[in-house]
């Protein structure tokens, strides 16, 4: 699955740190921004006042278009491979906790969409994925925490990933044109 490609990955990470205008190799990105948990028995517990960002990527099933891309070629091998080029359509989901839990969900809806070197959006364009405008603003929901209050807010922002499919087959391909010359001749 592409959403499970450790490229794919560190381009959502990446981005989320640019949007907040952090160091991705840095001790405080890797404690602030973590890849949603699966396990929803066991889901961590971080200490009420501490900042943290959880993020996950969930397909939307049955939207996505195939488009065929014959022309996939080995440089100086003269052979073609089938592909299919196919644009998934995904959600992102953000959820922030802490203190700055709507700063967060803020500066990440208002600068994920920022152009230019080592902005967000070049960032995700970088690794085929596309974050669709004008996603919907961030929700703040309280949540129990025991007897206390967690600050926390969501935002759900759309993507749509290009996804290339190469076959392992090879066509081959003419390698030399054949040339025919007809005279006229009066």
């Known amino acids: 699955m592409l959403t499970t490609d450790p490229d794919f990955k560190k381009a959502i990470y990446d981005s989320l740190c640019a949007c907040l ?3 991705p190799s840095s001790a ?10 699966n396990d929803p028995e066991n889901p961590p517990h971080p200490p009420r006042t501490t900042n943290r960002i959880y993020w996950s990527v969930t397909p939307d099933p049955g939207i996505s278009e195939a488009y065929p891309a014959y022309n996939v070629r080995d440089a100086g091998q ?11 359509s995904c959600t992102l989901l953000v959820v922030c906790y802490g203190s700055a839990c709507e700063e967060n969900a803020r500066r990440i809806r208002s600068f994920l969409y920022m152009d230019g070197k080592d902005c967000p959006r070049a960032i995700l364009r970088k690794a085929g994925i596309y974050p669709v405008p004008r996603p919907p603003r961030p929700v703040f929901l309280p949540e129990e925490d025991g007897s206390l209050w967690r600050r926390r807010t969501d935002i759900s922002i759309p993507l749509r990933i290009l996804d290339d499919q190469i076959s392992p087959l090879r066509r081959n391909s003419i390698s030399v044109t054949p040339a025919v010359i007809i005279y006229k001749t009066t």
């Open 21 to 23: 205008a952090i160091d």
């Open 28 to 37: 405080e990105a890797a404690r602030l921004i973590c890849e949603a948990y």
């Open 78 to 88: 003269g052979s073609h491979r089938p592909a299919a080029q196919e644009v998934l």
